[in-house]
């Protein structure tokens, strides 16, 4: 995926306008994603209706506050705006963890081209290997929201990552390589704990669980045997004493 913008500088839209320019930092940011190419233009009313759906539907998959880890997606603004005021005007109120191309980049036009763009707003969707999975996802979007993502995960078979731990893009954590190992098992681990408690209450034995609790409960008779009775030695040397 990486490939399509070698050698070009993407644009992460946030408030300093941090240019991503090193092929590995490109890879980080694209590896094993599913790409969304958004052409668009400010002055296009159809795109000015369409960006908050697009804007939500991307935070709603990506922001941390919706969900437990951001979904393996990433969005390149691929402006077809006449002016470079127009493309930062319509980028203002958009996602930070978006990514644009500079305006004076003719690569914005020769995308066009080379997806067969006819119409904006478009959404082209690419697999991580750079393969189209959908030509144009305008529609779907507005019809399912961020359902979409899941059928799009499934048809490109993308390699899930939810085994591992969220990650921060500008300061990514650094992780032994069995980790990911050791994460699956403690979550088979898990539901084998969950699978099992359930079994109790399953079979139609209520008493199941109160009966696990008082096999494990010592008898008064063993406790005596295998302990000291503090309290009847204490009961019979008041004796003595009275």
Known sequence: MASLFSGRILIRNNSDQDEVETEAELSRRLENRLVLLFFGAGACPQCQAFAPVLKDFFVRLTDEFYVLRAAQLALIY????????????????MPEKWLFLP?????????GRQFSVRRLPAVVVLKPGGDVLTSDATDEIQRLGPACFANWQEAAELLDRSFLQPEDLDEPVRRSITEPLRRRKYRVDRDAGRGRGR???????????????????????STRAGK????????DKMKEEG
């Open 199 to 221: 079994s109790c209450h399953d079979s139609g034995d209520p008493q199941g669980m109160q009966g696990m609790v008082r096999a494990n409960e010592p008898s008064s008779a």
């Open 228 to 235: 000291p009775d503090f309290l009847g030695q204490e009961s």
């Open 103 to 111: 305006f004076h980049d003719d690569l914005r036009r020769d995308l």
């Open 78 to 93: 691929v402006s077809q705006d006449p002016t470079e005021e127009q493309q930062d005007l319509f980028l203002r109120d």
